[in-house]
C-alpha cells in the first residue's frame, strides 16, 4: 500500500526486488483506495521504482494498493514448457 499526495507518488521498491528483477519485463497493478479517485496511471518506471499521477491533473491524497510482476533475472528466456528430450 502507498499514498498520493497531491495527486502523485514515487514508490521504491525494496532492495532485494531490485536486486533479482528484470526491468524491461516490468508490469504495474493499481487499485484506489478510494471513492473519489479520478483514476490513477503509472507514467514512470524503472529498477528503483515506479511514479504514479491521478488522472485528469487531480490533487486527490488517498492510499492505493499496487502489485509489480517481472521476469526475474538470468530467466528472460526461460520456456516453462519444453520437449521431455531437453533438461
Known amino acids: 500500500t502507498a ?5 502523485k507518488s ?3 521498491f525494496p532492495d532485494h526486488f531490485q536486486l533479482v528483477s528484470d526491468a524491461s ?3 504495474v497493478l493499481l487499485t484506489p483506495l478510494s471513492g ?11 529498477p528503483e521504482g515506479f ?3 491521478e488522472l485528469m491533473g487531480g490533487k486527490g ?8 510482476k517481472c521476469v526475474r533475472k538470468g530467466h528472460e528466456d526461460y520456456q516453462p514448457i519444453r520437449p521431455k528430450t531437453q533438461n
Request: charged share 25%; proline share 0%.
Open 10 to 12: 514515487y514508490v521504491v
Open 51 to 53: 511514479e504514479v499521477v
Open 36 to 46: 473519489e479517485s479520478k483514476g490513477m496511471a503509472v507514467i514512470e518506471k524503472t
Open 3 to 7: 499514498k498520493l499526495e497531491g495527486g
Open 25 to 27: 519485463s516490468m508490469t
Open 61 to 68: 491524497n488517498y492510499e492505493f494498493e499496487w502489485s509489480v
